[in-house]
């Protein structure tokens, strides 16, 4: 018990005297703290009077340097000012100087004006005065002096414009021929087409003369059933392995050859089987034409046609004039009249398109009645085409006069592959009664003694007699055979008239 208060009480006393040492302990870092903390404020204090005096230091040195500044650029500015208060000063000198050599001149003129003025009206009377005797001298006014004057200069500018106006003609003739010689000529040479084209074939080849009794069949049946689908006629003579179609209608032609060599072919021939054959040809041929209608088109690179004047022109592929295949002729058309107009730089597409549709009509005149440039401009106006479109169509041949230049480019392309040499075909009595006549008018003329048909009809030459065609006469001449050609005659492309005039004079030497 003692030994347990003992160890209280020395636990009491250790627990005092710590606390009283960690009190003197405390104080002694408390003032420790606030000496260190009296010497940083010291310090601070000296650091910031420092930084304040250089900071004041400073802005007083950027003051000056400012002052300094601008004190120089002052001094500039004024000296600036003072040269050009130097250079107005002397222009306003020079002005001085100048206003007073103009107010000297302004004198000077106004004296030189009034003896000028004087001097006129002296030169006016003395002409006057010279005018009053040449008058008297003359014995005419001066009014008709005037006249008379201008009479003479009057016909004489009319004499040196007539001439003008006939060199000007002349040289301007001359370079139109020579401008449409070279597009001419450019468009035939970049136009790579066929001469000749095939015709339509109307002849059926059959492997022996014995298939005509089967084709004609018994008491003639098989010919009436054939010819009554078809819509043609089927010639069977003497001719030894062919019988012959005939129809104006090419496409029905065409259906008939296919159903005539299909019906060779198979061998069975007899009502029935006709009528299944002619279906399929028909179709076959629909399918042709169609194919061939938008093989054109594309060929001549024309878009957007009607489909109706797409088979249209597929037609055109059984069709002939003159022994021209027409589609490749129109194709051929298309191509001139697009080349020119690329030449001449107006509308190609439609040069194109007008070239390629001008003779559709031919693929409809066994139906409709009337010349096929009207027949196509029709069918065209129906289906909605251009009417600058309608207008080539219905003045390539001249039924109306063509207004455009298209036109006219249609109408020379239609020309230039008829008379492409080749390209027509013709019979030789109807090439020579042609030629005949050609002459016959020529001949027919009075004053004329000779005429001769050349270049296969495209050219006549007339010989005139001197001493009854002048020379006037013989353009007079050439004209209206021209013009009676174009009445009478019926011919592809043109036809040039030469009226030749030549006297001759010869003398013998005894």
């Given at each position: 018990m003692n030994d347990m208060l003992l160890i209280v009480i020395a636990l009491i006393i250790g627990a005092f005297v710590g606390y009283l040492s960690n009190r003197f302990i405390l104080k002694g870092r408390i003032e420790r703290?606030?000496?260190?903390?009296?010497?940083?404020?010291?310090?601070?204090?000296?650091?910031?009077?420092?930084?304040?005096?250089?900071?004041?230091?400073?802005?007083?040195?950027?003051?000056?340097?400012?002052?300094?500044?601008?004190?120089?650029?002052?001094?500039?500015?004024?000296?600036?000012?003072?040269?050009?208060?130097?250079?107005?000063?002397?222009?306003?000198?020079?002005?001085?100087?100048?206003?007073?050599?103009?107010?000297?001149?302004?004198?000077?003129?106004?004296?030189?004006?009034?003896?000028?003025?004087?001097?006129?009206?002296?030169?006016?009377?003395?002409?006057?005065?010279?005018?009053?005797?040449?008058?008297?001298?003359?014995?005419?006014?001066?009014?008709?002096?005037?006249?008379?004057?201008?009479?003479?200069?009057?016909?004489?500018?009319?004499?040196?414009?007539?001439?003008?106006?006939?060199?000007?003609?002349?040289?301007?003739?001359?370079?139109?021929?020579?401008?449409?010689r070279n597009i001419v000529g450019v468009a035939i040479q970049r136009v790579a087409a066929d001469h000749s084209a095939e015709s339509t074939v109307s002849v059926v080849h059959i492997p022996s003369d014995d298939m005509k009794g089967r084709i004609i069949g018994r008491e003639g049946r098989?010919?009436?059933?054939?010819?009554?689908?078809?819509?043609?006629?089927?010639?069977?003579?003497?001719?030894?392995?062919?019988?012959?179609?005939?129809?104006?209608?090419?496409?029905?032609?065409?259906?008939?050859?296919?159903?005539?060599?299909?019906?060779?072919?198979?061998?069975?021939?007899?009502?029935?089987?006709?009528?299944?054959?002619?279906?399929?040809?028909?179709?076959?041929?629909?399918?042709?034409?169609?194919?061939?209608?938008?093989?054109?088109?594309?060929?001549?690179?024309?878009?957007?046609?009607?489909?109706?004047l797409i088979r249209t022109i597929g037609r055109l592929k059984f069709r002939t004039s003159y022994g021209q295949n027409v589609l490749k002729h129109s194709l051929e058309v298309a191509h001139l009249a697009g080349v020119m107009a690329a030449e001449l730089g107006v509308d190609v597409e439609l040069a194109k398109r007008a070239g390629l549709l001008h003779d559709i009509g031919k693929a409809i005149d066994h139906d409709v009645e009337g010349p096929h440039a009207v027949i196509g401009a029709d069918l065209a106006r129906r289906m909605n085409e251009p009417k600058s479109v309608l207008h080539c169509i219905e003045a390539h041949h001249g039924d109306v006069e063509p207004t455009t230049v298209e036109a006219v480019l249609v109408q020379a392309a239609d020309a230039i592959s008829a008379a492409r040499p080749g390209a027509r075909r013709e019979t030789l009595e109807s090439y020579i009664k042609r030629l005949e006549k050609l002459e016959a008018v020529a001949q027919s003329h009075p004053g004329v003694e000779k005429s001769y048909a050349m270049q296969a009809g495209r050219e006549i030459r007339v010989m005139v007699k001197p001493d009854k065609i002048s020379d006037s006469d013989s353009v007079v001449l050439a004209r209206d055979i021209a013009k009676q050609i174009e009445a009478e005659l019926e011919y592809p492309g043109q036809i040039k008239v030469i009226v030749i005039r030549e006297r001759r004079v010869v003398e013998y030497a005894k």
């Open positions: 703290s606030a000496e260190e903390a009296g010497r940083l404020i010291a310090d601070a204090t000296r650091q910031a009077e420092t930084l304040r005096k250089e900071a004041l230091i400073e802005a007083k040195d950027q003051t000056f340097a400012i002052k300094q500044e601008a004190d120089l650029e002052i001094k500039e500015r004024r000296r600036e000012l003072s040269a050009m208060e130097s250079r107005l000063t002397q222009r306003e000198e020079n002005l001085d100087r100048r206003i007073e050599s103009l107010d000297k001149k302004e004198h000077q003129l106004s004296s030189l004006q009034g003896q000028i003025t004087k001097k006129e009206k002296d030169v006016d009377e003395l002409i006057e005065a010279h005018s009053e005797r040449l008058q008297s001298i003359a014995g005419i006014t001066r009014d008709e002096a005037k006249t008379q004057l201008f009479n003479q200069i009057e016909s004489e500018v009319k004499q040196d414009a007539a001439a003008m106006i006939r060199e000007a003609e002349a040289l301007a003739r001359e370079e139109a021929d020579k401008k449409a098989n010919i009436r059933a054939f010819e009554q689908m078809t819509g043609i006629n089927l010639i069977i003579d003497d001719t030894p392995e062919a019988v012959v179609l005939s129809s104006f209608d090419p496409v029905r032609r065409e259906i008939g050859r296919v159903t005539l060599e299909s019906l060779i072919a198979d061998g069975r021939i007899h009502p029935a089987r006709i009528e299944e054959l002619f279906n399929k040809a028909e179709l076959q041929v629909n399918q042709i034409i169609q194919e061939a209608g938008e093989q054109a088109a594309f060929d001549a690179t024309i878009h957007g046609l009607h489909g109706e």
